[in-house]
Protein backbone atom coordinates (compact mmCIF):
# COMPACT_ATOMS: atom_id res chain seq x y z
CA UNK A 1 0.00 0.00 0.00
CA UNK A 2 1.44 3.16 -1.01
CA UNK A 3 2.25 5.92 1.85
CA UNK A 4 -1.19 8.27 2.15
CA UNK A 5 0.07 11.97 0.74
CA UNK A 6 -1.26 14.63 3.30
CA UNK A 7 -3.75 17.34 2.08
CA UNK A 8 -1.17 19.96 2.42
CA UNK A 9 1.48 18.86 -0.42
CA UNK A 10 -2.33 16.91 -2.39
CA UNK A 11 -4.06 20.19 -2.75
CA UNK A 12 -2.44 23.67 -2.75
CA UNK A 13 0.73 22.75 -4.45
CA UNK A 14 3.57 25.24 -3.58
CA UNK A 15 0.66 28.19 -3.11
CA UNK A 16 0.74 29.68 0.31
CA UNK A 17 -1.97 27.69 2.44
CA UNK A 18 -4.87 30.05 4.30
CA UNK A 19 -3.24 30.51 7.48
CA UNK A 20 -5.27 28.48 10.48
CA UNK A 21 -4.87 29.79 13.93
CA UNK A 22 -7.02 30.13 17.49
CA UNK A 23 -10.02 31.62 16.92
CA UNK A 24 -9.39 33.42 19.88
CA UNK A 25 -7.09 36.32 20.99
CA UNK A 26 -6.77 37.59 24.95
CA UNK A 27 -4.93 41.04 25.35
CA UNK A 28 -3.16 41.32 28.33
CA UNK A 29 -1.42 44.48 29.28
CA UNK A 30 0.03 43.90 32.74
CA UNK A 31 2.74 42.03 34.17
CA UNK A 32 0.14 40.22 36.37
CA UNK A 33 -2.28 39.63 33.62
CA UNK A 34 0.01 37.93 31.20
CA UNK A 35 1.10 35.77 33.55
CA UNK A 36 -2.22 34.69 34.18
CA UNK A 37 -3.22 34.32 31.04
CA UNK A 38 -0.19 32.25 30.18
CA UNK A 39 -0.77 30.47 33.62
CA UNK A 40 -4.58 29.73 31.53
CA UNK A 41 -3.68 28.70 28.53
CA UNK A 42 -1.20 25.77 29.91
CA UNK A 43 -4.12 25.29 32.16
CA UNK A 44 -6.78 24.60 29.28
CA UNK A 45 -4.59 23.93 26.33
CA UNK A 46 -3.19 26.04 23.35
CA UNK A 47 -6.26 26.92 22.01
CA UNK A 48 -6.25 30.38 21.82
CA UNK A 49 -3.56 33.42 21.48
CA UNK A 50 -2.61 36.05 24.05
CA UNK A 51 -1.40 39.54 22.79
CA UNK A 52 0.67 41.34 25.43
CA UNK A 53 0.00 45.02 24.90
CA UNK A 54 2.67 47.61 24.49
CA UNK A 55 0.43 50.57 23.26
CA UNK A 56 -2.05 51.00 25.78
CA UNK A 57 -0.80 48.95 28.75
CA UNK A 58 2.59 50.93 28.86
CA UNK A 59 2.26 53.88 31.55
CA UNK A 60 3.25 56.95 29.80
CA UNK A 61 7.08 57.26 30.38
CA UNK A 62 7.52 53.92 31.21
CA UNK A 63 7.80 52.34 27.15
CA UNK A 64 10.87 50.78 27.26
CA UNK A 65 10.25 49.06 30.84
CA UNK A 66 7.44 47.55 29.62
CA UNK A 67 8.38 46.36 26.20
CA UNK A 68 11.17 44.60 28.01
CA UNK A 69 8.98 43.03 30.37
CA UNK A 70 7.33 41.82 27.74
CA UNK A 71 10.40 40.36 26.24
CA UNK A 72 11.27 39.22 29.50
CA UNK A 73 8.28 37.63 30.53
CA UNK A 74 7.78 36.01 26.99
CA UNK A 75 11.03 34.75 27.17
CA UNK A 76 10.69 32.86 30.30
CA UNK A 77 9.09 29.35 30.76
CA UNK A 78 5.96 30.42 31.73
CA UNK A 79 5.60 30.80 27.64
CA UNK A 80 4.85 27.02 27.26
CA UNK A 81 3.35 27.21 23.61
CA UNK A 82 5.03 30.10 21.99
CA UNK A 83 1.52 31.37 21.52
CA UNK A 84 1.53 35.17 22.31
CA UNK A 85 2.10 38.00 20.05
CA UNK A 86 2.35 42.16 21.10
CA UNK A 87 0.93 44.88 19.95
CA UNK A 88 3.16 48.06 19.56
CA UNK A 89 2.78 51.43 19.76
CA UNK A 90 1.26 53.34 16.30
CA UNK A 91 3.12 54.80 13.36
CA UNK A 92 2.51 58.22 14.80
CA UNK A 93 3.80 57.62 18.61
CA UNK A 94 7.52 58.34 18.47
CA UNK A 95 8.03 54.76 20.07
CA UNK A 96 7.13 52.65 17.59
CA UNK A 97 10.38 51.94 16.40
CA UNK A 98 12.43 51.47 19.79
CA UNK A 99 9.51 48.66 20.60
CA UNK A 100 10.43 46.58 17.72
CA UNK A 101 14.20 47.57 18.43
CA UNK A 102 14.10 45.85 21.76
CA UNK A 103 11.72 43.10 20.62
CA UNK A 104 12.52 41.77 17.40
CA UNK A 105 16.29 41.18 19.16
CA UNK A 106 14.79 39.39 21.98
CA UNK A 107 11.91 37.21 21.10
CA UNK A 108 11.79 37.68 17.12
CA UNK A 109 11.98 33.61 16.86
CA UNK A 110 9.20 33.03 19.80
CA UNK A 111 7.34 35.86 18.87
CA UNK A 112 3.12 34.56 17.58
CA UNK A 113 2.96 37.92 16.33
CA UNK A 114 3.60 41.66 15.81
CA UNK A 115 0.28 44.02 15.83
CA UNK A 116 -0.15 47.09 14.49
CA UNK A 117 -2.71 49.83 15.98
CA UNK A 118 -4.05 52.75 14.32
CA UNK A 119 -2.75 53.41 10.75
CA UNK A 120 -4.31 55.76 8.28
CA UNK A 121 -2.84 54.50 5.37
CA UNK A 122 -1.08 51.54 3.82
CA UNK A 123 2.50 53.29 3.15
CA UNK A 124 2.65 53.50 6.96
CA UNK A 125 2.25 49.95 7.55
CA UNK A 126 4.37 49.00 4.12
CA UNK A 127 7.03 50.82 6.31
CA UNK A 128 6.90 49.24 9.72
CA UNK A 129 6.49 46.17 8.00
CA UNK A 130 9.97 46.60 6.52
CA UNK A 131 11.31 47.97 9.77
CA UNK A 132 10.62 44.99 11.05
CA UNK A 133 11.79 42.74 7.89
CA UNK A 134 14.90 44.56 8.33
CA UNK A 135 15.68 44.24 12.04
CA UNK A 136 14.72 40.53 11.65
CA UNK A 137 17.46 40.53 9.07
CA UNK A 138 20.07 42.21 11.26
CA UNK A 139 19.46 39.58 14.05
CA UNK A 140 19.86 36.65 11.59
CA UNK A 141 16.04 35.69 12.17
CA UNK A 142 14.98 33.76 9.15
CA UNK A 143 11.46 32.91 9.94
CA UNK A 144 8.41 35.51 8.76
CA UNK A 145 7.08 37.24 12.04
CA UNK A 146 3.38 37.21 11.28
CA UNK A 147 1.80 40.80 11.23
CA UNK A 148 -1.21 41.68 12.49
CA UNK A 149 -3.05 44.73 11.46
CA UNK A 150 -5.86 47.22 13.14
CA UNK A 151 -8.75 48.43 10.85
CA UNK A 152 -9.85 51.43 13.06
CA UNK A 153 -9.41 54.71 11.06
CA UNK A 154 -11.29 55.76 7.70
CA UNK A 155 -7.90 56.02 5.86
CA UNK A 156 -6.98 52.02 6.91
CA UNK A 157 -10.54 51.40 5.66
CA UNK A 158 -10.14 53.08 2.55
CA UNK A 159 -6.35 51.30 1.61
CA UNK A 160 -7.69 48.07 3.20
CA UNK A 161 -7.57 45.81 0.35
CA UNK A 162 -3.61 47.50 -0.01
CA UNK A 163 -3.08 46.47 3.14
CA UNK A 164 -4.04 42.94 3.26
CA UNK A 165 -1.77 42.31 0.16
CA UNK A 166 1.57 43.68 1.99
CA UNK A 167 3.83 41.11 3.27
CA UNK A 168 3.61 39.29 6.34
CA UNK A 169 0.09 39.98 7.18
CA UNK A 170 -1.65 37.26 8.52
CA UNK A 171 -4.83 38.84 10.45
CA UNK A 172 -6.66 42.18 9.60
CA UNK A 173 -8.42 43.17 12.96
CA UNK A 174 -10.97 45.02 13.37
CA UNK A 175 -11.59 48.41 16.09
CA UNK A 176 -14.48 49.13 16.79
CA UNK A 177 -14.05 51.70 19.14
CA UNK A 178 -11.80 53.53 17.71
CA UNK A 179 -13.82 53.46 14.18
CA UNK A 180 -16.64 54.67 15.33
CA UNK A 181 -15.16 57.41 17.55
CA UNK A 182 -13.72 58.38 14.35
CA UNK A 183 -16.96 59.46 12.77
CA UNK A 184 -17.28 62.33 15.22
CA UNK A 185 -20.87 61.60 16.47
CA UNK A 186 -22.11 60.31 13.77
CA UNK A 187 -22.06 56.87 14.56
CA UNK A 188 -24.30 56.35 17.90
CA UNK A 189 -22.78 54.80 21.04
CA UNK A 190 -25.05 51.82 20.61
CA UNK A 191 -23.68 50.86 17.72
CA UNK A 192 -20.66 50.06 20.22
CA UNK A 193 -22.76 46.58 21.18
CA UNK A 194 -25.26 44.53 19.93
CA UNK A 195 -27.33 44.74 18.03
CA UNK A 196 -26.04 47.96 17.04
CA UNK A 197 -22.17 46.80 15.84
CA UNK A 198 -23.82 44.38 13.44
CA UNK A 199 -27.20 46.59 11.87
CA UNK A 200 -25.48 49.81 11.62
CA UNK A 201 -24.81 50.47 7.92
CA UNK A 202 -21.59 52.29 8.27
CA UNK A 203 -20.40 49.17 10.92
CA UNK A 204 -21.77 46.33 8.73
CA UNK A 205 -20.29 48.22 5.34
CA UNK A 206 -16.99 48.31 7.33
CA UNK A 207 -16.91 44.77 8.37
CA UNK A 208 -17.92 43.06 5.05
CA UNK A 209 -15.80 45.16 3.10
CA UNK A 210 -12.49 44.25 5.40
CA UNK A 211 -13.76 40.50 5.99
CA UNK A 212 -13.82 40.35 1.97
CA UNK A 213 -10.04 42.24 2.00
CA UNK A 214 -8.87 39.69 4.37
CA UNK A 215 -10.20 36.52 2.56
CA UNK A 216 -9.53 37.13 -0.51
CA UNK A 217 -5.86 37.86 0.20
CA UNK A 218 -5.27 34.54 2.22
CA UNK A 219 -5.41 36.66 5.44
CA UNK A 220 -7.69 36.06 8.54
CA UNK A 221 -10.35 38.45 9.54
CA UNK A 222 -10.61 39.09 13.38
CA UNK A 223 -13.62 40.73 14.99
CA UNK A 224 -13.93 43.58 17.84
CA UNK A 225 -14.48 42.64 21.51
CA UNK A 226 -17.28 42.15 23.38
CA UNK A 227 -17.62 45.35 26.03
CA UNK A 228 -20.29 43.08 28.45
CA UNK A 229 -17.61 41.60 30.45
CA UNK A 230 -19.56 40.16 32.59
CA UNK A 231 -22.00 38.23 30.11
CA UNK A 232 -20.14 35.08 28.64
CA UNK A 233 -23.45 34.89 26.17
CA UNK A 234 -23.33 38.20 25.20
CA UNK A 235 -19.55 37.04 23.90
CA UNK A 236 -21.04 34.01 22.66
CA UNK A 237 -23.93 35.43 20.59
CA UNK A 238 -21.64 38.35 19.17
CA UNK A 239 -18.61 35.85 17.93
CA UNK A 240 -21.29 33.34 16.84
CA UNK A 241 -22.81 36.59 14.91
CA UNK A 242 -19.41 37.76 13.29
CA UNK A 243 -18.65 34.17 12.35
CA UNK A 244 -21.91 32.65 10.86
CA UNK A 245 -23.44 36.60 9.37
CA UNK A 246 -19.83 38.15 8.57
CA UNK A 247 -17.32 35.31 7.94
CA UNK A 248 -15.00 36.59 10.79
CA UNK A 249 -12.33 33.59 11.61
CA UNK A 250 -11.22 35.23 14.84
CA UNK A 251 -12.73 37.91 17.92
CA UNK A 252 -10.49 39.52 20.52
CA UNK A 253 -11.07 38.58 24.22
CA UNK A 254 -10.55 41.47 27.00
CA UNK A 255 -12.10 39.12 30.13
CA UNK A 256 -10.93 35.72 31.03
CA UNK A 257 -14.42 34.33 30.68
CA UNK A 258 -14.83 35.20 27.26
CA UNK A 259 -12.20 32.78 26.19
CA UNK A 260 -14.03 29.83 26.15
CA UNK A 261 -17.38 31.36 24.67
CA UNK A 262 -15.62 32.79 21.38
CA UNK A 263 -13.97 29.87 20.89
CA UNK A 264 -17.88 27.51 21.66
CA UNK A 265 -18.56 30.53 18.90
CA UNK A 266 -16.28 29.99 16.48
CA UNK A 267 -15.88 26.31 16.36
CA UNK A 268 -16.87 24.15 13.66
CA UNK A 269 -20.34 22.13 13.93
CA UNK A 270 -19.75 18.61 15.40
CA UNK A 271 -21.75 17.32 12.14
CA UNK A 272 -19.29 19.15 9.51
CA UNK A 273 -16.30 17.69 11.41
CA UNK A 274 -17.67 14.04 11.10
CA UNK A 275 -18.47 15.15 7.47
CA UNK A 276 -14.55 16.78 6.80
CA UNK A 277 -13.28 13.47 8.48
CA UNK A 278 -15.55 11.27 6.24
CA UNK A 279 -14.62 12.73 2.80
CA UNK A 280 -10.96 13.74 3.64
CA UNK A 281 -10.87 10.42 4.36
CA UNK A 282 -11.80 8.80 1.67
CA UNK A 283 -10.56 11.54 -0.63
CA UNK A 284 -7.15 10.21 0.89
CA UNK A 285 -7.81 6.39 0.43
CA UNK A 286 -8.74 7.79 -3.06
CA UNK A 287 -5.50 9.72 -4.29
CA UNK A 288 -7.46 13.34 -4.02
CA UNK A 289 -9.47 12.23 -6.87
CA UNK A 290 -13.13 13.00 -6.84
CA UNK A 291 -15.52 11.07 -4.76
CA UNK A 292 -18.92 10.34 -3.83
CA UNK A 293 -19.70 10.62 -0.56
CA UNK A 294 -23.53 10.43 1.02
CA UNK A 295 -24.82 10.67 -2.73
CA UNK A 296 -22.94 13.87 -3.06
CA UNK A 297 -19.85 14.62 -5.30
CA UNK A 298 -16.62 16.08 -3.98
CA UNK A 299 -13.50 17.10 -5.63
CA UNK A 300 -10.55 19.44 -4.66
CA UNK A 301 -12.44 22.33 -4.12
CA UNK A 302 -14.71 20.41 -1.37
CA UNK A 303 -11.33 19.25 0.11
CA UNK A 304 -10.12 22.23 0.63
CA UNK A 305 -13.05 23.60 2.69
CA UNK A 306 -13.14 20.41 4.68
CA UNK A 307 -9.48 20.52 5.00
CA UNK A 308 -9.33 24.35 6.88
CA UNK A 309 -12.27 23.10 8.42
CA UNK A 310 -10.69 19.98 10.35
CA UNK A 311 -7.92 22.50 10.86
CA UNK A 312 -9.73 24.95 12.37
CA UNK A 313 -11.24 21.76 14.79
CA UNK A 314 -8.16 21.00 15.87
CA UNK A 315 -6.93 23.89 16.79
CA UNK A 316 -10.20 25.00 18.57
CA UNK A 317 -9.06 22.02 20.99
CA UNK A 318 -11.96 19.16 19.75
CA UNK A 319 -11.12 15.51 20.58
CA UNK A 320 -10.20 13.45 17.10
CA UNK A 321 -9.74 10.07 17.19
CA UNK A 322 -6.34 8.25 16.87
CA UNK A 323 -7.04 7.26 13.33
CA UNK A 324 -7.77 10.88 12.40
CA UNK A 325 -4.72 11.96 14.41
CA UNK A 326 -2.60 9.87 12.47
CA UNK A 327 -3.53 10.89 9.26
CA UNK A 328 -4.11 14.07 9.66
CA UNK A 329 -1.87 15.60 12.60
Not at 118 to 142: L, W
Request: hydrophobic share 40%.
Amino acid sequence: MSQKVHPNEALFEGEKPFPVIPSCEHFAGSEKLILKALEMQDKIGPVFDITCDCEDGAASGKEVEHAEMVARVLSSDANKHNMAGVRIHDYSHPDWRQDVDILVPKIGERVAYITLPKSTEAAQIAEMVHYIQTKAQECGITREIPIHVLIETHGALHDVWKIAKLPWIQVLDFGMMDFVSGHHGAIPASAMRSPGQFDHPMLARAKTEMVAAALANGVVPAHNVTLDLKNPYQTFKDAERARSEFGFLRMWSIYPTQISAIIDAMKPDYSEIEDAIGILSAAQDAEWGPIQYKGELHDRATYRYYWELLQRAHVSGESLSDEVTARFF
